[in-house]
């Protein structure tokens, strides 16, 4: 299928050299105005001010969880940045053994303070790095947390437990972006500079194009437009896949278009069936999150 380059848009050829890689490929491209606005968002990241955002990264003391400690720090962070790192210690069963409970807690406690410290070392000092040790269930707690910390960014580990064992156990993670009225990064890999843009011409998919082009973290990635326009989320599913393997991607950011709760598990979404199939990061974007970084009145003031 043929690729639509960045000759095919009319763009100055000065401008060109400022983004890596830029096409549409799929079923069917997406209107130029999407590739447009990616192009113009991204351009103008360079302009502005930036509004430092705020980041809550759920840590479980695993080695998953640590990979998303690596990918957020290889990260480049504008000044002013927040990231919280947060542990969530179950406590269903303190009140019914809580000597046996209390030797985890204080381990997962140790395991925190090194996360937030290992963090702070890989980054620079002008971002700021909390920690919080929460009891109660998993979810609910990182959901109330992300709400207090006003959060831009959601980020986690995945366990890769594949569509049959989350389906049976559980996934944070998928119920996480079930759930959540904000971006959430899943992280699978220590890199997040190889992106597959999935766009299927949705509100939620006009949002991912608008996060990636006003955060300064996407600004040196690789991004590749890929059309599901049209398409089934099954038959989406396997045709992103296929396209992230072959472009050896490692963070596929795509919308999720299908409202949260009873339409969500009634009707299925793009996201829901990626969650537990990707090899790679996945950030998933919610069409109403807030996403933009730039700051108008400082572009007008200048």
Not at 43 to 60: E, N, S
Not at 184 to 196: F, P, Q, S
Not at 207 to 236: C, D, E, I, N, Y
């Amino acid at each position: 299928m043929a690729k639509a380059g960045l000759d095919d848009y009319p763009l100055r050829p000065e401008e060109r050299g400022e983004w890596p890689i830029l096409w549409s490929k799929g079923p069917k491209d997406p209107p130029r105005r999407a590739v447009r606005t990616l192009w113009r968002a991204t351009l103008t990241t360079t302009l502005v001010a930036v509004r430092a955002p705020r980041v809550l990264v759920a840590y479980d003391g695993t080695d998953k969880a640590e990979i998303a400690l690596e990918a957020v720090a290889s990260l480049g962070w504008p000044a002013g940045t927040c990231i919280r790192v947060v542990a969530v210690r179950d406590d269903h069963l303190r009140l019914l053994r809580p000597l046996v409970d209390e030797q985890p807690f204080v381990e997962l406690e140790e395991a925190l303070l090194w996360a937030a410290n290992h963090l702070a070392a890989d980054l620079p000092s002008n971002v700021a790095i909390e920690r919080r040790l929460l009891r109660g269930a998993a979810l609910p707690a990182i959901v109330a947390e992300a709400e207090e910390l006003g959060a831009d960014l959601v980020v986690l580990g995945s366990r890769n437990r594949g569509p049959m064992r989350s389906a049976i156990f559980g996934s944070v993670g998928r119920d996480l972006v079930a759930r959540a009225d904000r971006p959430v990064l899943i992280a699978r890999g220590d890199r997040l500079d190889r992106v597959l843009l999935a766009h299927d011409g949705s509100d939620a998919a006009r949002t991912a194009v608008r996060m990636l082009g006003s955060w300064p973290v996407f600004s040196r990635a690789t991004v590749k437009l890929f059309s599901v326009a049209h398409t089934q989320p099954g038959s989406a599913t396997g045709q992103i896949l296929t396209a992230a393997a072959l472009d050896e991607t490692n963070l596929i950011v795509l919308g999720s278009a299908v409202a949260h709760g009873l339409d969500w598990r009634l009707h299925g979404d793009l996201a829901d069936g990626l969650v537990p199939r990707t090899h790679c990061s996945l950030l998933v974007v919610p069409a109403s999150a807030r996403v933009e970084l730039t700051l108008a009145e400082a572009a007008r003031s200048g």
